[in-house]
């Protein structure tokens, strides 16, 4: 199994700053694409961003947000700058990629973590 876990989260004022991480852990033998996504009361959850070779962000953080990775150490960040109050939601980590299953065999996996909150209030 491949797990993932956030951290990072909390309160901010509007126009603040926050740096969320994540970081895999498992039988990992290769990650395809990492990347985060975020649920706000009500709302369905939506793609913030993703890595692979390049990035890509939704159009509601693009210039705000950077997603970066660290390969060797399968950890992914994603630094949230000039946010807003709309921005406020619980931010999941996600990864798909290839696993060493406890059988012996190579098996796909599609990972998410448990979800941070981040707040954006005055």
């Known amino acids: 199994q491949v797990q993932l876990v956030e951290s990072g989260g909390g309160l901010v004022q509007p126009g603040g700053s926050l740096r969320l991480s994540c970081a895999a852990s498992?039988?990992?033998?290769?990650?395809?694409?990492m990347g985060w996504y975020r649920q706000a009361p009500g709302k369905q959850r939506e793609l913030v961003a993703t890595i692979r070779s390049g990035t890509n962000y939704a159009d509601s953080v693009k210039g705000r947000f950077t997603i970066s990775r660290d390969g060797p150490k399968k950890t992914v960040s994603l630094q949230m700058n000039s946010l807003k109050v709309e921005d406020t939601a619980v931010y999941y980590c996600?990864?798909?990629?290839?696993?060493?299953?406890?059988?012996?065999?190579?098996?796909?996996?599609?990972?998410w973590g448990q979800g941070t909150q981040v707040t954006v209030s005055s």
């Open positions: 498992g039988s990992i033998l290769s990650i395809n694409i």
């Open positions: 996600n990864a798909n990629g290839v696993y060493r299953a406890t059988d012996g065999y190579s098996r796909p996996f599609d990972s």
